[in-house]
């Protein structure tokens, strides 16, 4: 399994267990589209590998910085419209959630991937009725390539 796959699957893994969100998939801009199409779910976690920097290492291995991002989308009003239910918490569930996404996240690891790190967090505008916040992380991550030069045996006969 490649560094990027095993990244996605194990967040992704990790994500699925926090029973408030509805969708956790690989982010391919499925809130973008207008408020006709967006997806039925009211709470969704979308994962990105947005960069990686690439540095060599010896015995044909690499090692790369990279940043991921978890993007949390919510229905604006959710709570509060919600099966009519009344939300205790002011209208800041919200927060909440996103809050257990970083407790889920932060210093959670894998097999080619070093402990995740949150640098940032930010509100996204994504359009008037969905609610939406990215959570970055960095780790560093790494992989074997090809090698260079092939290791031949020698023969030396007199």
């Not at 194990?10 to 926090?18: G, H, N, P, Q």
């Not at 967006?38 to 010896?58: C, D, G, H, K, N």
């Not at 402990?115 to 939406?132: A, T």
């Not at 970055?136 to 992989?143: A, L, N």
């Amino acid at each position: 399994m490649t560094p990027r796959k095993e990244l996605f699957i194990k967040v992704k893994e990790s994500l699925a267990t926090l029973s408030e969100l509805e969708l956790i998939d690989l982010q391919r801009k499925q809130f973008s589209n207008g408020k006709e199409n967006y997806p039925s779910y009211f709470t969704a976690a979308l994962i990105e590998i947005r960069s990686i920097t690439w540095a060599m290492m010896v015995e044909q291995k690499q090692e790369g910085n990279c940043t991921l991002d978890v993007t949390f989308y919510c229905k604006d009003g959710w709570m509060e419209q919600y099966n009519n239910t009344s939300d205790p918490e002011h209208g800041l569930i919200e927060i909440d959630i996103i809050d257990k996404i970083v407790e889920k996240l932060q210093g959670f690891q894998g097999d080619q991937f070093k402990p995740l790190n949150l640098v940032n967090e930010e509100p996204v505008e994504e359009g008037e009725e969905i609610m939406s916040y990215r959570l970055s992380f960095e780790t560093m991550i790494y992989r074997s390539v090809n090698p260079k030069y092939n290791y031949k045996k020698l023969k030396i006969t007199e």
